[in-house]
């Protein structure tokens, strides 16, 4: 869309540029096999790939290249979405992690903390947060095992490049789970309408770069249990981060998406702005157990260390005092604050922080801007910063 006062493509995106006919022809797109011939077949314009073919595809640098630039055209101006038939091919080993999670989800949902996650409220199904830490702490031969597998690493450094940070989180849709609303996801799938349009375009586009998300098959999934719910080429809609919270998108996202029949062992990657959302599972007896992948860039990260807590302490009576007297504005004292406090709250342990009002827990910058509304006492301040420290902790 172009910006007619400035004559040049729109930096700011809001509701006006989401025109969802000009969606739907963007989605009409088809998905040639020709293009990705490493592929078995096209599957809802989803490209569909053999573990075993993959696995000695991979063992060849030369031949890895290909079939990793392969994925990485999926990803960015493809379908966004690959799925790898047997990408496990050792199911004992498969159901020794899922024996090892299902231990982790009875002894969390006996503590009752009451645990839900961004979607769903808790009992509606089982989510392990941090499985990725948590399995190897429990069974750590098991968690080498099961992390050594060579087409997770060639897949996320075909998207993320070497670095790459992996995350689990084991999730549980029971028989009767509905489905979840559409969504992109994290970074910029984690905020609302009216923060997404004080990020410019550009980083609109950076943060369907940032991560990769995927998903390993612990269960059979046939499509009546509900597996994820796709939109292919919806990742590469520019203005999508707004578009999927509209209600007009998210009807058609409705009559439009694909689901993938996932057998035990299948793994799914896709761009994190491809509209998705879990599907609904009707059956009567089938628990769709997933565990799902967030896998971050390296490039996600500052270049020194701060302490943001220790900062944020020092100048505070100074602010309380330049903005009672009114030596700074409202507005150069909010400048002051986005300076100092943390204002990103991930990454966030989502056992104690979970955000049940909304998809993430308040920042530190939350915090200071509370303080100085309300006039808080320095030592109250130290307090909540504490606390909200204290919950950064992955155990």
Known sequence: MLDQ???HAAVWLDDRDCDLEAFKRHVAQETDAADYPHATEIVSKIPVYDGEAMRRAVADPAQARLVMAEWNRAFLSGPGIIAIR????DPALVDAVTEQLNAIIREEEAGSTGKGDHFAAAGANSRIWNAHEKLCMKAPALYARYNANELTRAVSESWLGSGYQI????NVVRPGGKAQTAHRDYHMGFQDVETLKRYPASQHALSASLTLQGAVAHSDMPVESGPTKLLPY????????IAVLLPQFRAFFEEAH????????DMLFFNPATFHAAGENRTAD???FA????????????????????????????LQLLQESGTLSAREVDTVVAATAEGYPFPANLDIDSPLSGMAPPSQQDVLRQALAEGWELSRLKQAIAEQNARKRSH
């Open 5 to 7: 006062q400035a004559g």
């Open 86 to 89: 047997n990408g496990y091919d």
């Open 167 to 170: 995350t689990f989180q084991a």
């Open 234 to 241: 919806s990742q590469s809609y520019l203005p999508g981060y």
């Open 258 to 265: 694909v689901q993938l029949p996932l057998e035990k062992g």
């Open 286 to 288: 089938i628990h769709r």
């Open 291 to 318: 565990n799902l992948m967030q896998i971050g860039s390296a490039y996600g990260r500052s270049i020194e260390i701060v302490d943001r807590s220790r900062i944020t302490l020092a100048v505070y009576e100074e």
